[in-house]
């Protein structure tokens, strides 16, 4: 590195402000390439979105593969030491090649051979951000024989947590927009369970399925033309926080609804309402992508969900002490210094940003 090279924390600035930038899921797509580029240079960067069926994958590289390559990467992707460890693991953080096999035995695979050596690439690294399942994102930084350094790797575990959440904020936003795509159609019956009222806590359109998870979680009336006291108590409290993601928990025990509150487009006070029973996808399973034990998983999940380390430590029939055991490893995993960032991060991991209980 020159003196003229930014150091590790202005790189990570600039990628994790570019990375909240992002407007929709183009153009993140097209633009975390560059981004990531400009932060750790390599020779040819992917993106990829890739379903539980490895023929089933979407994918852009900058610069752009030989047409024969997805076919390749279909027929060797299995020899991938990485993608090994990934799907034994489901830890998705930032990982070399050269973390699990020298370059001499790598250069002896068919995988090099076939598919890295025409294309020049010697060095890698990859790591995935959790989406929605089956999806996972997958994103691999590649070049000739300088391997990427411990500073680059680290660079991209601290850059991690807040890709994911950027990417998940992106996708809701996405989901708004297609909702409310679907309302201006006049599609009465969506199949999601969508709320829109206005300033005043007043239901000016409701699906179906809102007003029977409303009546089954809340016991309003399903015909109520007004929102029950408890939600619009919390919207309310809530009241010009610009954090228009971060969900709602209402309810106890196996009642729990979560609500997710997005700004109406009449700019005066209106509201989106995406209900969703239960904890908002909140579960060990999920908490696993993020490269956690199951443990460790459990431990997180508690925290996310407002618990304190103790009522942590009872639920799950252990000690305190093993609780922070479990969460500093939570912390050095996700590349974050307190259980709150460990939370955020989590609540990216199933889709928003973290919850405020009413």
């Known amino acids: 590195m020159n003196a003229r090279t930014p150091g590790l924390e202005q790189r990570l600035m600039d990628v994790v402000g570019d990375a909240y930038g992002f407007v929709d899921l183009d153009e993140f797509r097209s633009g975390i390439l560059p981004l990531l580029r400009t932060a750790v240079p390599n020779d040819y960067a992917a993106y990829n979105e890739v379903d539980v069926d490895p023929e089933r994958m979407w994918g852009i590289s900058d610069p752009a593969l030989p047409p024969e390559t997805p076919r390749r990467w279909a027929r060797l992707s299995h020899q991938h030491p990485v993608l090994q460890y990934v799907r034994r693991t489901r830890d998705g953080r930032p990982r070399r090649i050269s973390d699990f096999v020298d370059r001499v035995a790598f250069r002896q695979t068919r995988l090099y051979q076939d598919f890295y050596a025409p294309l020049g690439i010697e060095s890698q690294v990859s790591f995935t951000l959790p989406s929605r399942p089956p999806v996972v994102v997958a994103i691999a930084l590649s070049r000739g024989p300088d391997d990427f350094d411990d500073g680059e790797v680290t660079l991209l575990t601290r850059a991690r947590p807040h890709l994911i959440q950027a990417y998940r904020t992106i996708e809701l936003s996405s989901a708004r927009a297609a909702t409310l795509a679907a309302l201006e159609r006049g599609l009465d019956a969506v199949a999601n369970p969508v709320v829109v009222v206005d300033p005043h806590g007043r239901i000016a359109f409701a699906t179906d399925a809102a007003r029977a998870l409303l009546a089954d979680r809340l016991g309003t009336d399903a015909a109520a033309e007004r ?122 991991a199933v889709g928003v940003r973290r919850p405020q209980t009413p």
């Not at 904890?279 to 443990?295: C, E, W």
């Not at 639920?315 to 955020?344: D, F, N, W, Y």
């Open 227 to 348: 929102l029950p006291r408890a939600l619009l108590d919390a919207l309310r409290r809530r009241a010009g926080d610009a954090r228009s993601t971060e969900p709602l928990l209402l309810g106890s025990g196996d009642n729990v609804l979560t609500v997710r509150v997005l700004p109406g487009l009449d700019g005066e006070g209106s509201a989106m309402l995406l209900l969703e029973p239960g904890s908002g996808g909140m579960n060990v399973a999920a908490l696993q992508a993020l490269g956690l034990t199951p443990r460790e998983a459990e431990a997180l999940r508690w925290i996310a969900l407002g618990r304190s380390g103790p009522e942590t430590a009872s639920l799950m029939g252990i000690s305190p002490r093993t609780v922070e055991k479990h969460l500093q490893h939570v912390h050095e995993k996700l590349g974050v210094a307190t259980s709150s960032q460990a939370a955020a991060t989590a609540w990216a």
